[in-house]
């Protein structure tokens, strides 16, 4: 259930690119298809037997009757013949991955939202294979973006408790949950379960909370951004729920019902991002109360917690992979009149702004003289990237003098955090250099801005010193011809 989550969740950002995603599953998944439904979207099932060579033909020729543009596949049958197959068929490929299962891969882009993710994982890869590798993008659904924003509140006291165990919780780890909870001294929290659609213990739970008031039992959730807001800390299984909470900055107890997810409860416990209870094999309602019980106490402790999950994950990877799918199709070109304004805009972005060395806004008379000085000068190279429907992504200023450039770039906030910087600065670099044999281009960060650091570093920019200017650390990186 969990794949499938993370798969409309990829979904709907292609949607919100104005794209039209078909679902082809093995599966019938009860209450999948409402959640389709309500999405606009349409499923097929497969015929075939997952991950075999007739599943191949099926998802090829399903492909073609709606002309996609692209094939995902989300699932640890899913071997290198298969991916060869889908490319051989002359389809792009993205391959959604946890740890590297294939024995190798002919992806286009291979997606590892997890904490642990890292090039190593994938060493049998073709060259030019995109790697989308860790929690800056997690797939998360649509429904959590308005609480981008959201600020939780956390009380001296932790009085309200949050279970959900996965879709369908086969081996019924709920019902320790819920034996632990039943032992707790003193004031009892509140205790909201959440049971997914396929969920076979639901009757068996109803009867256990029966007569505990404290208890409430909800099946087949569509709001749980709110009950991640309104809890103090969840119990939930490894999976892909503990980027959603992490998200929701909620301090977590991990108790590993599958295999795969054992990497995911030993990394976010060591970086105290969350508990590690134990596997659904050993973990008892005694080891559970007693690590529950002292943290509803530990005020410090919880807002660490919460704190350094919100700090993992931003909400806006579904958004990122989509981007990067359509890398293709972004471009750059000169700057025009017309897009003084739009320049003004992200001059004037509160990131932007804190970023530079002059911190202070920029008024808009300063900035039409500064534009129409630099469009009339010779030494001046400014190109802005948009998308394929001319929508503006962001912007790059070479600003020459004999062989040597300084460079300066921004991304739309739309845009930002998705790899898109160091993409710019590659068609920036390129077209600023045609028939440009001998040039040398500097660039100058704050040594606190990491992130525009890494995106000049990944762009093949090599950091050539450290040094001080206008009371700042900075970081001084450089590109050349020759290199």
């Not at 704190?307 to 070109?333: E, P, S, T, Y």
């Not at 003004?344 to 920029?362: L, M, T």
């Amino acid at each position: 259930m969990g794949h499938v989550m993370r798969c409309l969740a990829l979904a709907e950002a292609w949607k919100d690119f104005e794209g039209k995603p078909f679902f082809l599953m093995a599966d019938h998944l009860p209450g999948f298809e409402t959640s389709l439904n309500k999405n606009g979207f349409t499923c097929r099932y497969l015929s075939s037997t997952p991950g075999s060579d007739e599943d191949a033909k099926e998802t090829i020729a399903a492909a073609h009757a709606v002309d996609a543009e692209w094939i995902v596949i989300d699932g640890y049958q899913f071997g290198g013949r298969y991916q060869d197959l889908i490319k051989r068929a002359g389809f792009t490929l993205l391959v959604i991955d946890d740890y590297g299962h294939a024995d190798h891969y002919s992806a286009d882009i291979i997606l590892n939202q997890n904490v642990y993710a890292e090039k190593s994982i994938y060493q049998n890869i073709r060259s030019d294979t995109g790697l989308l590798l860790g929690t800056r993008y997690a797939l998360l659904r649509k429904e959590f973006q308005k609480w981008a924003d959201w600020k939780r509140e956390v009380p001296v006291t932790a009085g309200k408790i949050l279970v959900t165990l996965g879709g369908s919780d086969p081996d019924n780890v709920t019902q320790v949950v819920i034996d632990a909870l039943k032992q707790i001294k003193g004031k009892k929290p509140e205790v909201i379960i959440v049971a997914g659609a396929a969920n076979p213990h639901i009757k068996t739970i109803k009867e256990s909370v029966k007569g505990y008031p404290f208890f409430s039992l909800q099946e087949n959730v569509d709001s749980m951004p709110e009950l991640m807001a309104w809890a103090d800390i969840a119990i939930s299984a490894g999976g892909s729920t503990c980027w959603e909470l992490a998200f929701m900055g909620l301090p977590n107890l991990i108790i590993v019902i599958a295999e795969n997810q054992q990497p995911i409860a030993d990394t976010l416990d060591t970086s105290g991002i969350a508990v590690y209870l134990g596997t659904h094999t050993t973990v008892s309602p005694e080891k559970i109360c007693a690590t529950l019980a002292p943290l509803l106490d530990d005020h410090q402790k919880r807002v660490s917690m919460g704190r350094k999950a919100r700090n993992l994950v931003n909400g806006r990877g579904a958004r990122c992979v989509v981007i990067r799918m359509h890398k293709q199709d972004f471009m750059v070109r000169p700057v025009t009149p017309d897009d003084c304004h739009q320049l003004f805009i992200w001059a004037n972005d509160p990131n932007v702004r804190s970023s530079s060395f002059h911190p202070e806004s920029i008024p808009w008379d300063i900035h039409v003289d500064w534009f129409n000085r630099k469009i009339s000068d010779p030494g001046c190279s400014i190109f802005i990237m948009t998308t394929r429907s001319g929508q503006p992504v962001g912007q790059i200023r070479f600003d020459k003098t004999g062989n040597t450039a300084e460079v300066d770039i921004s991304i739309d906030e739309d845009f930002r955090g998705c790899g898109m910087g160091s993409y710019l600065i590659e068609l920036g670099v390129r077209q600023f250099t045609k028939r440009k044999t001998d040039i040398e281009i500097h660039a100058r960060v704050k040594k606190e801005n990491t992130s525009s650091a890494r995106a000049f570093l990944n762009a093949g920019f090599k950091l050539s010193e450290s040094e001080k200017e206008y009371g700042f650390e900075v970081l001084h990186v450089t590109w050349r011809a020759h290199d």
